[in-house]
């Protein structure tokens, strides 16, 4: 079974950064996507940044050029800094490790806010 464990997010103010790393564990499993997902409250969850085991990466649109996807999918590890914050980044940031065709664990969720 897929463990995942999920660091960073808090309280940050306008033009700050945050970093949030998620470490996935469970033997046996070879993930071949890993990403972040963000959701305000009563909206769609949507994508932040996600990379393949083959390198390809797909970021948000709001994310580009203020957010640096980081990976290890041998350590089963990704990280997400992002810097230049913003209030309307202010959500709750989950990860989530993708195997196989169907097979997906998501992480529990952390919340950042951006406010002064």
């Known amino acids: 079974q897929v463990q995942i464990v999920e660091s960073g997010g808090g309280l940050v103010q306008p033009g700050g950064s945050l970093n949030l790393s998620c470490v996935a564990s469970?033997?046996?499993?070879?993930?071949?996507?890993m990403g972040w997902y963000r959701q305000v409250s009563g909206k769609q969850r949507e994508l932040v940044a996600k990379?393949?085991?083959?390198?390809?990466?797909d970021y948000g649109d709001f994310a580009e050029g203020r957010f640096t996807l980081s990976s290890d999918f041998a350590a089963k590890t990704i990280t997400l800094q992002m810097n230049n914050l913003k209030p309307e980044d202010t959500a709750v940031y989950s990860c989530?490790?993708?195997?196989?065709?169907?097979?997906?664990?998501w992480g529990r969720g952390t919340q950042v806010t951006v406010s002064s």
């Open positions: 989530v490790f993708q195997w196989g065709m169907r097979g997906a664990k």
């Open positions: 469970g033997d046996g499993y070879w993930f071949n996507v």
């Open positions: 990379i393949t085991s083959a390198g390809a990466r």
